[in-house]
DNA sequence: TCAGAACCGTAACGTACGGTACGGTCTTCT
DNA sequence: AGAAGACCGTACCGTACGTTACGGTTCTGA
C-alpha cells in the first residue's frame, strides 16, 4: 500500500528497458493477459534470456510494466490561490474529465484486467499497484482541492474522503467495471465531457456550501 | 445483452449437477480462477469425462456455473402502491443495502475476477452474462421503483437510466473496483447500512422533486 | 437376470508456456 | 587488436493442465 518505489524504478531504467516495457504495453493491451514471454521477446526484438536477467520472471516483467505505465502519467498541479466558484467548477469538470478518460482508456482497461486476475491469484501486487496510482492517486490529488475549496466558504464537508468517494462515484458510476466486464460502452469526448460537467454539478448541489443561489439541478 | 437462457438452463440441470456446480462455484471463490478441471472433479467426487460430457469443456463448465449463481439470486418484487417518502426511501435503502451486499459477497467477487478475465481473453461470454445478471438485473429491478416515485409525485427526472446511473454511484463508488482490486475493505452490516442510508439520501437531495420540506443533507 | 447406459477413478496424450542453455554477434574497454 | 561482457535468436527442458481413453462399478429398465 505505499506508492513510494516506482518513482526510482522507473527512473533506474535505461532506454532499452523502457523500450522494451513499451513493447509488453502494446502486447498486454492487444492480447490480454495471455502474453506470453516469448511474445513479448519477439515483439521487443530482445532475447527472452535478456527479459528474465532484466525482470526476473513474469510476474516481475507484468510489474514493472504496470509501474512503467503508472510512471508516464503525471501529475498537473492545481493552483489553489484565488479560488471561486467558477475555478473550482473548472477544476473539478477537469478532475472528473481526466479520470473518465483514463479509465476507459484500452491501456487503463487492459491494465485493470490483469490486475483483477493478478489480485484473484493470492499475490496482490499488481492490484495493489494499481490502485496505489489510479484511485488513490486521484484522492491525493483532489483532496487538495476540496479542502481548498472548504476554506474558501465554496464547499461544506466534514470527512474529505467520504466527499472524493462520492465525487468518484458520481463521475464513474457504473463507467469501469461495465468496460472491465467487456461491454461496448463508447465514451466520446463529447460524453465524457458531458459527464464531467453533470458530475461536477451533482457534487455541488450535495457538498455546495449553501451560501448563495447556486442550486444548479442535473437532468 | 439478453437475458433469456438463463432461466431454461438452471432449470434442465439435474441435483447432481447443480452440486457439481456448486462445488466448483466453492472452488471458484477458494482459488480464483487457476481452478482445474481436476479440482472440480475431485472436489465433486465426479470423473472428469463427466464434466467433459455434461459442460463440454472448460469455458462451458464456467459459464454454467456462472449462470448457476445468477440463478439462484431471485428477485423480490416492490410493491407499487401507497407510495409515499418513507416507503420510496426504504426500498431505495434497501436495494442499496442489497447491491453492496452482493458486491463485497466473497462469491460476486470471484465470479466478477473471473468474468473481468474472460473478457479480456477475446470471449465476452462470462462478462457479459455476469453483467446481465448484476448491474443490468439492477437496473430493470430498480427502474418500475424510480418510476412509480416519479409519477407519485416524489422524483423529478427526465431520463430514468441516467438517474439510476447516478444511484449507482452513489451507491457503488469505489467499493467494487477496490475489492476486485485486492484492497482489503471491510464491509460490515453497520457501514452497508451506513452506506445503503447515505447514498438513498443523496439520490433523493438530486433527484427529489422540491415539493415539501425534505433536503437533508449528507455528511 | 441381464444388457446397456451412466458414471467414477485414473492413466495417458498433446500442447502451451515458463524458464534455461548455448552459440553467434556486437559493443566497449584497455 | 584482443578480451570481456551484453545481448540476440533459437533450441531445449520440465511441468501443468486441458482433453481423451479405458477398465470397473452402480443404476435402470425389460
Redesign the pocket.
Known amino acids: 500500500m505505499q506508492a513510494s518505489t516506482d518513482i526510482e524504478t522507473s527512473e533506474a531504467l535505461?532506454e532499452?528497458q523502457k523500450a522494451v516495457l513499451d513493447a509488453a504495453l502494446r502486447l498486454l493491451v492487444e492480447e490480454g493477459d495471455?502474453?506470453?514471454?516469448?511474445a513479448v521477446?519477439?515483439r521487443?526484438?530482445?532475447?527472452?534470456?535478456?527479459l528474465?536477467?532484466?525482470f526476473g520472471?513474469?510476474?516481475g516483467l507484468l510489474t514493472a510494466t504496470v509501474q512503467w505505465q503508472a510512471s508516464k502519467v503525471r501529475v498537473v498541479p492545481v493552483d489553489r490561490k484565488g479560488l471561486d466558484l467558477a475555478s473550482l467548477t473548472a477544476s473539478l469538470e477537469r478532475f472528473a474529465s481526466d479520470w473518465l478518460k483514463v479509465i476507459s482508456s484500452d491501456t487503463s482497461i487492459a491494465l485493470n484486467r490483469v490486475a483483477v486476475s493478478h489480485a484473484g491469484s493470492g499475490k496482490d501486487d499488481l492490484g495493489a499497484i494499481v490502485l496505489e496510482n489510479g484511485r488513490f492517486a486521484l484522492a491525493r490529488r483532489l483532496k487538495p482541492v476540496l479542502d481548498a475549496g472548504q476554506q474558501a466558504g465554496l464547499l461544506e464537508f466534514s470527512d474529505a474522503e467520504a466527499a472524493f468517494r462520492t465525487f468518484f462515484g458520481l463521475v464513474a458510476r457504473d463507467v469501469q467495471i461495465r468496460l472491465l466486464l467487456g461491454d461496448r460502452l463508447e465514451m466520446t469526448d463529447a460524453a465524457i465531457g458531458g459527464d464531467a460537467v453533470r458530475a461536477t454539478q451533482q457534487f455541488l448541489a450535495l457538498y455546495g456550501a449553501k451560501t448563495g443561489p447556486q442550486g444548479p439541478r442535473a437532468g
Chains 1, 2 share one sequence.
Do not use: F, G, P
Open positions: 535505461t532499452r495471455q502474453l506470453t514471454m516469448t521477446a519477439r521487443a526484438s530482445c532475447s527472452k534470456e535478456t528474465y536477467k532484466w520472471d513474469r510476474d
